[in-house]
């Protein structure tokens, strides 16, 4: 039976990915839905769009408001699905950095698992056209997050992954206090942490092919002591309890 599919993409200042992404993931998986959460995109993304969801049912958009980060974007559009249905919600970055072809592998994982992540590093490096400085940046924070919330996944700082509609639910997404990229560490913690079943995907990454990147030292920051938050919340156990209230 087909479950019904939701993938997630926030944007800002996307407007010349939005159509080569969407294209990209109805070729790879043409009997999915993409939700798109724009907050208002000075560069004129939101009218982008409107006129492709005009001509494409599949297509969605939640115009989110003034810029309120990758966190809030990614709640509102989860809770947004999670209101008319979907099974399966995805995350997905508009830039091309996750190859939408491998979404049919994210759904065959997803049949024995509750989130599936994609992993750039497991079984070896797969990233591609990032500097050296930025891999090494990228793979520490991966130690440094299994270091210290023993959250046992080989990439949690990647944001290509897919959900179970219970998962977030389980979570509470009103709970979630992260808005930048340590929002996909908080939400696989979390999920984690109720003892639901991670699966990891193989992905290669490829840094995007157009606009600019988002990341900040705030965001930087963000991600260092929320880590910590998320330790503390285990209690600094080295394995989630039996039974976490939702």
Not at 139 to 168: H, I, N, Q, W
Not at 190 to 207: H, K, L, N, T, Y
Request: aromatic residues 10%; hydrophobic residues 40%; neutral net charge.
């Amino acid at each position: 039976m087909q479950r019904k599919t939701l993938i997630v993409i926030p944007t800002y200042d996307e407007k010349d990915n939005v159509g080569p992404i969407a294209k990209s993931v109805f070729d790879a998986a043409p009997e999915v839905e993409i939700l798109f959460v724009d907050d208002e995109s000075p560069d004129g993304t939101g009218a982008v769009l409107d006129a492709m969801s005009a001509e494409d049912g599949r297509v969605h958009v939640l115009h989110h408001g003034a810029k309120a980060g990758l966190g809030r974007a990614y709640v509102d559009g989860f809770r947004w699905g999670l209101d008319r249905g979907y099974e399966r919600l995805f995350e997905m970055d508009a830039d091309h950095s996750h190859d939408p072809r491998e979404i049919p592998a994210f759904l065959e994982a997803a049949e024995g698992a509750d989130l599936v992540l994609g992993t750039r590093y497991k079984g070896g490096i797969r990233v591609i056209n990032w500097p050296l400085s930025r891999l090494l940046i990228s793979m520490f924070a991966g130690k440094f997050v299994r270091a210290v919330t023993a959250l046992p996944v080989s990439d949690p700082t990647g944001g290509y992954k897919c959900y179970r509609a219970e998962v977030l639910d389980a979570i509470g997404l009103e709970k979630i206090v992260s808005n930048g990229y340590s929002f996909q560490i908080e939400t696989s913690f979390e999920a984690w942490r109720r003892g639901f079943r991670i699966a990891e995907v193989p992905i290669v990454f490829e840094d995007r092919r157009a606009g600019t990147s988002k990341f900040s030292r705030a965001i930087a920051r963000e991600a260092f002591f929320m880590v910590f938050r998320l330790a503390w919340r285990n209690r600094f156990r080295r394995r989630p309890p039996r039974r976490v209230s939702p």
